[in-house]
């Protein structure tokens, strides 16, 4: 009878050791992997990808085009790296940072150029300089780097485009700049926090490819009326 009761024991013990490990490998995808993320992420890129298309054929208006590219490539390279692989961590991260500190200003200040704005320099040398800014940012911290995006962006994003719908009259335009700052601010790219049972980075990517649309087709509208 007691050996009975061992090999008993023995077997509760290993069907419990089955459960455990049914728990966890609930998750059905490799550690690092989000399609759900990978899916926005590519929403994210084909809409910039658009906004770009939707501007870059206007003269006045190409360096937005370009800066709406870079931020449709830093979301693609997101899409293969919370896809398929995440060897792609450190470049999804580089071409992020990119976004924020070239592709998004250069978007701003090419607003301020097309509404009348003359800058004592070309759009080479703007380009040039935001890609030292990138440079540089290498060498600070993450925090002191995440307070540089941000400023950096309202700046040279947010104020000339709000300046611009408001100059413009432009309601559509400030809504697109409205869902920006609600998605970058607001809600934030926090992977492990949820919002009605969605991670915010995946509303993060809806909010900012939704005002990319917005904003490209109100300039690009406005072009063709002058």
């Known amino acids: 009878m007691p050996a009975r009761k061992r ?39 084909v809409s910039h990808a658009y906004a770009s ?45 990119l976004a924020g500190f070239v592709g998004l200003p250069c978007v701003g200040c090419s607003v301020l150029i097309h509404g009348g704005f003359t800058p004592p320099f070309g759009n080479e040398e ?3 300089m935001f890609v030292v800014l990138y440079s540089l940012s ?3 911290s993450t925090r002191t780097k995440d307070l540089g995006t941000i400023l950096l962006n309202i700046l040279c994003f947010v104020l000339p ?13 400030f809504i697109g700049l409205f869902l920006f700052v609600i998605g970058a601010a607001f809600v934030g790219p926090e992977r492990e926090k949820f919002l009605c ?16 649309v917005i904003i490209s087709r109100e300039l ?4 063709r009326l002058l």
Request: charged content about 15%; proline content about 3%; glycine content about 12%.
């Open 7 to 45: 090999s008993k024991s023995k077997n509760n013990g290993s069907s419990m050791g089955k459960k455990r490990s049914f728990g966890k490998s609930k998750w059905p995808f490799p550690h690092g992997l989000y399609p759900s993320v990978a899916a926005s992420d590519f929403f994210c890129s």
């Open 53 to 97: 298309f939707m501007l870059i054929s206007y003269p006045g208006l190409k360096l937005a085009g370009l800066g709406f590219l870079l931020v449709s490539l830093a979301s693609f390279v997101g899409t293969l790296r919370f896809g398929f692989t995440e060897d792609l961590a450190g470049l999804n991260g580089d071409f992020a940072n």
């Open 126 to 128: 703007l380009i040039m």
């Open 138 to 140: 290498h060498s600070l």
């Open 161 to 173: 485009l709000c300046y611009d719908s408001y100059v413009n009259g432009n309601i559509n335009e």
């Open 197 to 212: 049972g969605v991670r915010c980075e995946n509303w993060f990517h809806y909010f900012l490819g939704v005002s990319a």
């Open 220 to 223: 690009s509208q406005a072009t």
